[in-house]
């Protein structure tokens, strides 16, 4: 019979989990405001893609 082993294994490597990009938190779109006539008043929100991230959600690799 084999003996009881003493020690814990070491945890197994796993990837880094994505980092959320913090303008559109992760749902790759942020709020645009649209402005309309002479005075450029605000009169709404629109969708647009977050530029930070492209649209994926996730931050951007500083290192790249």
């Known amino acids: 019979m084999a003996p ?3 020690t814990t294994k070491p945890p197994k490597n796993t990837p880094p989990a994505p980092v959320v990009c913090s303008p559109c938190d992760g749902s790759g779109m942020v709020a645009a405001t649209v402005r309309v ?6 009169v709404g929100e629109q969708d647009g893609i ?15």
């Open 4 to 6: 009881r082993r003493t």
């Open 37 to 42: 006539g002479r005075k450029r008043r605000p």
């Open 50 to 64: 977050c530029l930070n991230c492209l649209g994926s959600g996730t931050a951007p690799d500083p290192n790249a």
